[in-house]
């Protein structure tokens, strides 16, 4: 019992409140989902209790007076390099629990983030940069499968016709698609922004693995499905609503494991949409327990093709680990339209944090490699390749296009556009932006409108940014980009990791 209440003192935040200003409106104990503010009657005072703290900053930007500050506690144990702080408090948590240690939205250690080391060349003097404010900028993308060569015909008319049938395609305005986040796991008022905001930019949404609601099939021509191992949600209608389907084998946050949604979620909305009863857990196996190679890979891509008509491309989605070149190779050669890779850094409601600091490969490496083999294979145009996980701005959907990508998939930075200051911990369901919760108080935080405006604005700058960047590389259309390395050079990176980028060092 006492280890309790020692360990609780190591915590990681402090909740500072200047007493001399605080009014007492009481704004910042109504905020806290977490009972870090809590008002003592007895003493009459707003008092912090700052070892529930988790630094989200939801009642530092709410209160009137400007009175809190949240601050990292600075009270450390002593410094060592084996058990760092962060290891000695795990053991503690672990040794209070017995249980898993949970984390969400993404991995905060100090692993290489390539796109850091990858810098932009710019055209002077003798290779013109182009205008984008005076120049036509195509930022288009089509995701799909490309006939390796067109054929045209002359009909009885005389006019000359497309005779090669090309496949299904994604129309995207932008090079950027907003990524998998299911209903249950973040609520109906994000994924309604987000329906709302690839409808506008003219991009597309993900459902994740939690089905579709009813009242976002009028934004199914901007969606693409999820299909996974547990298959929530997943008929005919589901399928035949969206514009695209993507069978989630694996996700970068927690490679090689499977999703689990907790019953107390489960609430007469998320069991309707995801087909199970109220109440119950939504475990998604690890494996799809119908897919053990590329064989039965390809037996569900053609079901779902046939399905739906083959009127829909279909995805494939896993997680960047050290042999996704291969795997990639062969689920183009398996039918798939689009493989997604998702890189070690993506985020998501929850993982193990074991598994997230552990597993996987970054992204970058990725895409580099398996747009390498697929082009010296001679099938890359067979397939597109859309890369998530860890995507933070503009410049890193600029270098990952020119690494090898058709276009990017973001998460974080959609929750972060609508408020989320990655506290990660939205595996508690008390998310206190209102996002990655379903409770109906909390869920009311995130005004579907305003969010969904932050959304395109968010999309708008960084198309803006990257025609930017396109025109001072002297490209003038996304398609020119695409595997485009020359027009990158790394800094600070060994030979070996230039290598598997395919990238020259700065200054060569
Ligand atoms: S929100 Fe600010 S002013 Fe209001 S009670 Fe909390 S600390 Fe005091
Ligand atoms: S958990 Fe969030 S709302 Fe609560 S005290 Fe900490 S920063 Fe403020
Ligand atoms: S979505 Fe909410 S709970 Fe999750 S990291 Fe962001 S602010 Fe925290």
Redesign the pocket.
């Known amino acids: 019992m006492s280890s309790r209440l020692w360990t609780d003192n190591f915590h990681d935040f402090l909740v500072d409140r200047d007493q001399e200003r605080c009014i007492q409106c009481l704004v910042c104990v109504r905020q806290c989902p977490y009972e870090a503010n809590i008002y003592r009657e007895a003493a009459d005072v707003v008092d912090s209790v700052h070892k529930n703290c988790?630094g989200?900053h939801r009642c530092e930007a709410l209160c009137p007076t400007r009175c809190i500050t949240i601050r990292l506690n600075p009270s450390e144990l002593r410094p060592h390099a084996t058990w760092t702080s962060r290891n000695v408090k795990n053991v503690y948590k672990q040794a209070r629990t017995g249980g898993v240690l949970l984390t969400?939205?993404g991995c905060e250690l100090d692993y290489p983030t390539y796109f850091d080391n990858i810098l932009i060349d710019a055209c002077q003097v003798t290779n013109p940069s182009i205008d984008p404010l005076r120049e036509p900028m195509e930022l288009r993308t089509y995701i799909g499968r490309k006939p390796e060569r067109l054929e045209m015909e002359t009909g009885e008319d005389g006019r000359v016709r497309l005779k090669t049938e090309i496949a299904p395609q994604l129309t995207c305005e932008v090079p950027i698609l907003f990524s998998a986040m299911s209903y249950g796991a973040?609520n109906l008022n994000f994924c309604e922004a987000l329906a709302i905001s690839a409808t506008g930019t003219g991009t597309y949404w993900n459902t994740g693995e939690g089905g579709l609601h009813k009242k976002l099939y009028p934004y199914g021509a901007r969606t693409v499905v999820q299909c996974a191992s547990g298959r929530f949600g997943v008929s005919k209608t589901y399928l035949e609503t969206s514009a695209a389907i993507e069978i989630k084998v694996g996700q970068g946050a927690k490679p090689g494991i499977g999703g689990h949604l907790p019953g107390e979620k489960v609430n007469r909305d998320i069991s309707e949409t995801r087909m199970i009863p109220i109440g119950s857990d939504a475990i998604s196996p690890a494996p799809h327990h119908d897919i053990y190679s590329i064989e039965d890979l390809r037996q569900l891509i053609f079901a779902l093709k046939e399905a739906t008509d083959y009127e829909k491309p279909v995805f494939v989605k896993i997680a960047a680990v050290h042999n996704s070149a291969a795997i990639a190779s062969g689920i183009a050669r398996a039918g798939a339209d689009a493989i997604v890779i998702d890189g070690f850094r993506g985020g998501t409601?929850a993982a193990p944090t074991m598994i997230r600091d552990n597993v996987g490969i970054p992204l970058e490496l990725a895409i580099a490699s398996v747009d390498d083999l697929l082009r010296s294979q001679g099938i890359r145009n067979e397939i597109s390749l859309i890369a998530g996980g860890g995507i933070r701005n503009s410049a890193d959907v600029v270098k990952i296009i020119a690494l090898g990508a058709d276009a990017a998939y973001i998460g974080t930075a959609a929750?972060?556009a609508v408020?989320?200051?990655?506290?990660?911990?939205?595996y508690?369901g008390?998310?206190?932006?209102g996002?990655?919760?379903n409770d109906p108080t909390l869920s009311k935080r995130l005004n579907v409108e305003i969010a969904a405006e932050q959304l395109t604005n968010l999309i708008d700058g960084w198309a803006h940014e990257i025609k930017e960047m396109m025109g001072l590389m002297g490209i003038n259309a996304i398609e020119s980009l695409r595997g485009n390395r020359e027009r990158l050079r790394g800094v600070g990176l060994t030979d070996r990791e230039l290598n598997i980028l395919g990238l020259k060092h700065a200054g060569e």
């Not at 408020?419 to 939205?426: E, I, K, L």
């Not at 008390?430 to 932006?433: E, I, L, Q, S, T």
């Open positions: 988790t989200c969400a939205t973040v409601g929750k972060v408020g989320c200051t990655v506290c990660q911990r939205c508690t008390k998310c206190p932006w996002i990655t919760t």
